[in-house]
């Protein structure tokens, strides 16, 4: 049976890189070389697309290519951060260190998207539930009640002309409201990797009171992780602040990072550029930016990027939590507007053919 080439199936998980960079560390601290090594991690992959790659590598590997070199000829898997990385380490023959600390930071950015995923996952079946719940009453309970008044011939309430109105509407225009939906999802992913539109919705992202901040967090615990692995890793400084721009994947950071990246090619120093294209600290935070002056002033480059991503990654844990706090009482409050909107169309309407009929 052939293997699936569809694109949602030629994807890589970061679990399986970082076992993929693990493994491959282990297996030449042991003194097994990398063509072995590659052949023998093919049995621990069960990614068809992975596999495949890693087959190709091989090859390019057995025909006397360097194990960066054969990395660049498969972009699909592998970012220019860590063919960077591995291309450093290589000329000091310390390979399999690098590999381990790739592992590592992998495997620390995976466990900071899946808080952030779980950490979501309770709110939007909140509002998922709320949707539906608001969908039935519509649907199901506002046209049996509604045709109680219908006989009555009395003027209803406005709430109550306007709950059937909306009632009426989603359930005889139920295709237009799904084609409407489809529609703006299609036109949504169509424009999101346009650079304009892009750029407009991480900005908006990172302002949004409580949302913008789980981001942000995030955002500046990965960029202490790329830098300081890059830096650390010999990667040259000026590269090293490009190649972190572009693996945050924001406009917004991007942008300030490759301003910060040309003055530093003018000699300038990294804290006084950052401070200088952000000198509202909106993207850069004050403390960021001190803990970046110590490794500046001290060479210090592992000990102060471990504490900075720790620093945030607690600021993220913080922020989620506050997040998760405020959606119960957002989603009661969303509720609650509706249940009035509900109870007066309802009760209003029975009281004025109460009075009528009086």
Do not use: C
């Not at 950490?119 to 079946?125: C, E, K, S």
Request: overall charge neutral; cysteine-free.
């Amino acid at each position: 049976m052939k293997n699936i080439n569809l694109p949602i199936f030629q994807k890589v998980s970061l679990i399986e890189k970082f076992n993929f960079y693990e493994y491959l560390s282990v297996m030449l601290d042991g003194g097994v070389t990398i063509s072995e090594t590659l052949d023998s991690v093919q049995t621990k992959i069960r990614n068809p697309f992975f596999k495949e790659k890693i087959r190709e590598i091989q090859t390019y590997v057995s025909s006397w290519d360097s194990f960066s070199k054969s990395m660049k000829k498969v972009p699909q898997i592998f970012t220019s951060g860590e063919v960077s990385i591995i291309e450093s380490w290589e000329t000091t023959w310390k390979l399999s260190s690098s590999l381990a600390n790739l592992s590592e930071n992998l495997r620390k950015s995976h466990d900071l998207r899946s808080k952030i995923k779980a950490a979501l996952t309770y709110p939007t079946i909140i509002f998922l539930f709320l949707i539906l719940a608001i969908v039935i009453v519509l649907t199901y309970v506002i046209p049996a009640v509604s045709e109680l008044f219908e006989t009555s011939e009395v003027a209803l309430p406005a709430a109550t002309v306007a709950l059937i109105a909306t009632s009426n509407f989603v359930i005889y225009n139920w295709a237009l409201l799904i084609l409407f939906i489809a529609t703006a999802l299609v036109l949504f992913y169509g424009y999101k990797n346009t650079e304009k539109w892009r750029a407009n919705l991480d900005f908006f992202l990172l302002s949004l009171p409580l949302v913008g901040k789980v981001y942000k967090n995030y955002l500046l615990a990965s960029l202490s992780t790329n830098l300081g692995s890059l830096i650390a890793s010999g990667v040259p400084v000026v590269k090293s602040l490009t190649l972190s721009a572009k693996s945050l994947d924001n406009v917004v950071y991007e942008t300030h990072l490759m301003e910060v990246m040309q003055k530093v090619s003018w000699g300038q120093k990294i804290v006084d550029s950052m401070a200088e294209v952000d000198p509202n600290h909106h993207v850069f935070p004050l403390d960021f930016l001190q803990m970046l002056s110590v490794w500046e002033k001290t060479a210090s480059l592992d000990s102060v990027t471990e504490k900075l991503t720790a620093q945030y990654t607690r600021e993220v844990n913080y922020s989620l939590a506050n997040l998760t706090k405020w959606i119960e009482p957002i989603a009661i409050l969303i509720a609650g507007v509706f249940v009035l909107w509900f109870a007066f169309a309802i009760f209003g309407a029975i009281l004025k053919v109460t009075q009528t009929v009086s």
